[in-house]
């Protein structure tokens, strides 16, 4: 498969499939609401009951939209009848209802509400609100970078990452494909800047919604490559290099929505022919626990491996 480039219809469609998601948040969370009410479900299961079907009804319309453009592209499909891709429509219920944070973000979230308010600078109070959206697009976005950098650096953070690197049959559906203990440290990292900003939930959220579809579509199959604008915004064929199994693609495109980062901070791929083969070498995930476990293993033996390090030179000064 040639570098087929499809260049600004990809860009525009990426921003009007990020909008129209999140406009629709409220209204489907809404009309499911309604549907549950009706067939008497009620309390906590009643929440997530519509926390899931809210997730399955997003990545249904996701999946109809992105499966229809790949097809329409010619690129492979065949990631869709795939073992790995029941695991991650595991991974995408159980990250996008909400499940994984209901018990400690929201409870972390409100102490630190409380907490952080003598630290508060409220620095983007006075700025009119869409120059404060882009501004905290911008850096969310700036912040991201430098924690996926530190994910990959940090072995403890790694050995958590891998979770979202083991996929071989990459989708939309991988971008939730986050083990939970990575996302707990995720929302401590990024909500803690945030509040001692000034940005309050009602601001943030909404940007959050749009983060999520552009990065669903990056992880798609599409072609696109937004053309020059490459070097300023992530697209598809930029991300799945992130993803890619060959070495000297490792560590590199860690951006999230401004490939400009990586551009300014010497971390990117020029732009090439799309990879084929995605996942990590010596980590495999065949099953849906062994991604759940993995974390713990590479920790195992990153540890021991350290300890006999460690106990050879020991050995060394000894003698
Ligand atoms: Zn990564
Ligand atoms: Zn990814």
């Known amino acids: 498969m040639g570098l087929r480039e499809a260049k600004l219809p990809g860009f525009i469609l990426t921003i009007a499939l ?3 998601f999140t406009l629709r948040s409220e209204a489907l969370g809404m009309f499911w609401q309604e549907l549950l009410v009706w067939f008497g479900a009620s309390g906590r299961l009643h929440h997530v009951a519509m926390n899931i079907s809210r997730a399955f009804a997003m990545a249904l319309v996701l999946f109809i939209v992105l499966y229809y453009l ?19 429509i595991f991974w995408w219920l159980w990250t996008s209802s909400g499940l994984n944070r209901i018990i400690f973000t929201s409870a972390v979230v409100g102490f630190l509400t409380a907490n952080l308010s003598p630290y508060k600078l409220n620095l983007l109070d006075r700025v009119s609100a869409i120059p404060r959206y882009i501004l905290y697009f911008v850096v969310i976005d700036f912040l991201v970078y430098w ?26 559906l991988t971008v939730l494909r986050i083990h939970p203990v990575e996302f707990i440290f995720n929302d401590l990292i990024m ?13 943030w959220l909404p940007l959050y919604y ?11 199959h599409l072609p696109w490559t937004f053309g020059p604008l490459y070097y300023v915004f992530v697209s598809p064929v930029f991300h799945s290099f992130h ?14 929505a401004l490939s400009l980062w990586d551009f300014t901070f010497g971390t990117a791929v020029a732009r090439e022919q799309r990879p084929s083969e995605y996942g990590l070498a010596d980590i495999k995930t065949p099953t849906l626990m062994s991604s759940l476990v993995v974390p713990f293993r590479v920790l195992r033996q990153t540890y021991s491996l350290r300890a006999q390090r460690q106990r050879s030179g020991a050995r060394q000064v000894v003698r």
């Open 18 to 20: 990020s909008l129209l």
């Open 70 to 88: 790949e097809l329409r592209y010619g690129v492979p499909t065949n990631q869709y009848r795939t073992r790995g891709f029941l695991h991650d």
């Open 147 to 172: 924690v996926h950098r530190w994910r990959h650096a940090n072995r403890f953070m790694w050995a958590f990452h891998t979770t979202h690197h083991s996929q071989e049959q990459l989708s939309f």
């Open 191 to 203: 909500i803690v800047p945030l509040l001692v900003v000034g940005a309050p939930p009602q601001s």
């Open 210 to 220: 749009a983060r999520v579809i552009i990065e669903d579509i990056q992880h798609s």
């Open 243 to 256: 993803h890619s199994i060959r070495p000297e693609h490792h560590d590199r495109n860690f951006a999230v």
